[in-house]
């Protein structure tokens, strides 16, 4: 497990950097390219890193199968953390020539990841509603990076212009193709088995009507949203939006449902689940007038409300998840062959349940912070937002340091460190 550990850990140091620049951001001290690197360092560094080490530890679990290649497991994370760090760095300084090579890294080690989870994965006639989504998942995957890596040599060597294609509207399928796409797509997957698992629930009545709701909207929602930015094709574009929201809200309720009827007490994984379900619903009820209006228009890429989706949703559903899969891969380590022979802790009291608690209200009341500031609030909550999110970002990475130093065998955590560090640097 010290390869999918060696990706956590690695993109908790992003989510660091990136609240790092937001912070400079703010401060007016970045200008130019810093808000690309800000976004990108959390969104790739954190969230897709995150499901890199997810799907490789998990994948193998829920299906049933042999990881394909842990050599290409090794070799992805490498490549990925080398080629957005030196993606972030020349966004950061200015140095675009820097983009196609360090983009070009980035890109194949999302391919490579691409690559060795399609090859693990059972055959599609086997597929349950996770293994579906992460199929999908990766068919955007695979999109996402090349479309990225036009537009980094654009910047250096013109290519978009020649065929008449705006570069904006690139950047607006790009983006739509990794949120929505790749990322959101992923999230579904996996809270359909870990907000049935963690709350000993299980679809039942209408949550299997939701279901095939949301597996025939949303994908085909993303698709035409997509290409309707791509070829600023309005029609297109709203038809994939509302299908995209509709789809959206079937998961929520799905979601929600599973919570409410939740046989298990509170947990952090819970109580941040609870936090994406409603941010969900009120996601979708601010975007719904605004892709009606105009789904193509620069203001709208992500709905109503970037903070809403963005740190709501997607950045409460990994600090949710991390919540509990530091924690469970260090008790294996430490305590799973003591298991059945002396006592042993539980996963969820590995951790500081009041740091989670502190870190948890942190970040809500930033968030609620920056979705008001979104919504044209008084000026000052912005900047109290950031600090907020800092904080409690930087509260949830502390908790899970304490959890590895505290927790792991010095001599597994030793061996574990002496791995990842061999698997990030190259070096014993």
């Known amino acids: 497990m010290a390869i999918p550990l060696a990706h956590f850990l690695v993109a908790i140091f992003f ?20 808000t690309l690197a800000h976004i990108h360092l959390f969104l790739i560094g954190w969230v897709c890193v995150t499901i890199m080490g997810a799907m490789t530890q998990f994948v193998p679990v829920w299906s049933g199968v042999r990881l394909h290649s842990r050599r290409l497991a090794v070799l992805q994370l490498v490549l990925a953390t080398l080629g957005l760090a030196g993606f972030a760095g020349a966004l950061l300084t200015g140095t675009i020539r820097v983009f196609p090579v360090a983009g070009g890294l ?53 290519l978009l212009g020649p065929w008449g294609i705006p570069r904006h509207a690139v950047v607006a399928s790009h983006a739509t ?31 299997q009507h939701l279901q095939r709701i949301e597996e025939f909207c949303y994908p085909l929602g993303v698709v035409l949203l997509a290409g309707g930015r791509l070829f600023s094709v309005q029609s297109v574009a ?23 009827e939740s046989r298990l007490g509170r947990t952090s994984m819970i109580d941040r689940y609870a936090v994406v379900g409603v941010a969900m619903v009120l996601w979708v009820l601010v975007t719904l007038p605004t892709w ?4 193509t228009r620069g203001a709208s890429l992500f709905g109503g409300s970037t903070p809403l989706l963005l740190f709501g949703v997607v950045g409460f559903t990994v600090f949710g998840s991390l919540y509990h899969i530091v924690p469970f891969i260090v008790w294996v380590h430490r305590y799973g062959d003591m ?21 948890f209200w942190t970040l809500v009341a930033g968030t609620a912070c920056l979705v008001v500031d979104s919504f044209g609030g008084p000026a000052r909550l ?29 001599d597994r955590r030793d061996a574990v460190l002496s791995r990842i560090r061999k698997t990030v640097l190259g070096r014993k």
């Not at 086997?126 to 479309?147: I, Q, S």
């Not at 509302?242 to 409410?260: D, E, K, P, Y």
Request: negative net charge.
């Open 15 to 34: 989510l660091l950097a990136g609240l790092g620049v937001g912070l400079l951001i703010s401060l007016g001290a970045l200008q130019g390219f810093a």
């Open 106 to 158: 980035l890109a194949v080690g999302l391919w490579l990841f691409v690559y060795n989870i399609a090859r693990s994965l059972p055959k599609p006639t086997a597929f349950d509603v996770t293994e579906r989504h992460f199929a999908l998942a990766l068919a955007f995957f695979t999109l996402v990076p090349l479309l990225g890596l036009l537009l980094g040599i654009d910047l250096v060597v013109p």
């Open 177 to 207: 193709l990794a949120v929505f796409g790749a990322v959101l797509t992923t999230i579904f997957g996996a809270l359909y088995q870990l907000a049935t698992m963690f709350t000993q629930t299980a679809l039942h009545g209408v949550d």
């Open 238 to 260: 709203t038809l994939g939006g509302l299908l995209l929201l509709l789809g959206v809200a079937a998961f929520a309720a799905i979601l929600l449902r599973r919570l409410v």
């Open 292 to 295: 009606i209006d105009s789904p």
């Open 339 to 359: 298991l059945g022979y002396e006592p042993v802790p539980m996963v969820d009291e590995l951790y500081t349940h009041r740091l989670a608690s502190v870190d």
């Open 382 to 410: 912005g900047p109290i937002g950031i600090v907020a999110i800092s904080v409690g970002g930087l509260l949830f990475a502390v908790n899970i340091a304490i959890v590895v130093h505290e927790h792991a065998a010095p």
